[in-house]
């Protein structure tokens, strides 16, 4: 957006009522940085939170030059902050993490130190996947399993903590859709990539943002913005049903000319629930398309800042 600074790294962090955690947050960070000898920024994008988040953001911003504030509108979603905070940089590198320190900070100078021998994207890369629920596990392992297939690219450990050149963040930009999905689309960009492991921390204030239900919507609206192929599973189950419609049509007229047509009630009912179910769930694909279609097309911007300091 403005002048792009040489050497500067632009730390952004997602923020969503996340009171109790800035300024722990900026302090820890600003910390390390500052021992590693690193030039940075700090940006902080207040994601329409409804507590005193942005008030705690605008104080560190008046004390330290480092410290910027964005401030949404109302709610937008972490994608929309991720992409509002690379927007806003000014850095010749950008590190992504999250507010809770879930993802540790020491982990940025490594990636920093990447980005000096010439990586241009270095990737967070979960060694383990912290504490969760194991119904959690699973949903998550499932989620991944088929972004992973239907993408091409493993995202099993993937997270949103990553470096990004100046170059790759110039090319996330230029994407112009309404749902971005930041953590697939910064594989799909390419560029000389390193990934770091890190161990994903407990959060020690607050809680998680994601529900259940938050998090099944995340999923489908991730693979349905990022790829067709659930479509390909509409057409596969056509072709299912017509194998089995010419066997079952092959039987039927055989029973009808050898007079024993009037069995077969169940078969009937089964064929109608099925292929019922069939139809609607493939509508129900084709319905979400059409929404990804619909919510492209009205070209809302994907936030809107009422905000800002430190500039
Ligand atoms: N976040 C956000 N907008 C939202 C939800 C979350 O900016 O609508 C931020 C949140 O403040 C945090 C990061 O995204 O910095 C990750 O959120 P959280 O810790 O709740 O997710 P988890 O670590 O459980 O995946
Ligand atoms: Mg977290």
Redesign the pocket.
């Known amino acids: 957006m403005d002048t792009v600074k040489n050497n500067l790294l632009s730390v952004i962090?997602?923020?969503?009522n996340?009171q109790d955690m800035i300024a722990t947050t900026f302090h820890t960070v600003k910390n390390i940085l500052k021992e590693a000898d690193i030039p940075f920024e700090i940006l902080f994008v207040d994601?329409g939170s409804k507590d005193m988040t942005y008030i705690q953001i605008a104080a560190l911003s008046k004390e330290y030059p480092e410290a910027k504030g964005i401030s949404f509108s109302r709610?937008f979603?972490?994608e929309a902050?991720i992409f509002a905070g690379l927007e806003s940089a000014q850095g010749a590198c950008c590190v992504i993490m999250?507010?809770?320190l879930?993802h540790p900070p020491a982990t940025i100078v490594e990636m920093y130190r990447l980005w000096e021998q010439g990586y241009e994207v270095v990737e967070g890369v979960k060694s383990s996947r912290g504490k969760e629920s194991r119904f959690h596990a699973f949903c998550a392992g499932s989620f991944y399993g088929i972004i992973s297939k239907v993408i091409g690219i493993d995202m099993a450990n993937a997270s949103d903590f990553k470096l990004l050149d100046r170059q790759a963040v110039d090319a996330l930009l230029l994407m112009p859709e309404r749902t971005p999905f930041f953590r697939a689309l910064s594989s799909w960009i390419g560029f000389k990539t390193a990934t770091v492991n890190f161990e994903v921390q407990e959060?020690t204030v607050g809680t998680?943002?994601?529900s259940f239900f938050s998090l099944v919507k995340y999923a489908v609206k991730n693979i349905t913005s990022f790829s067709g192929a659930p479509m390909q599973f509409v057409s596969l189950m056509g072709w299912v049903t017509l194998i089995f419609s010419l066997i079952f049509g092959i039987q039927s007229l055989y029973k009808y000319f050898s007079g024993a047509a009037l069995e077969g009630f169940t078969t009937v009912i089964l064929l109608q629930l099925i292929i019922g179910s069939v139809l609607m769930i493939s509508l129900g694909i084709i319905g979400h398309y059409i929404s990804r279609i619909y919510d492209e097309i009205k070209a809302r911007p994907r936030y809107i800042i009422n905000k800002r300091c430190g500039y």
């Open positions: 962090i997602p923020s969503y996340e994601d709610n979603g972490k902050a999250d507010c809770d879930q959060r998680s943002k994601w």
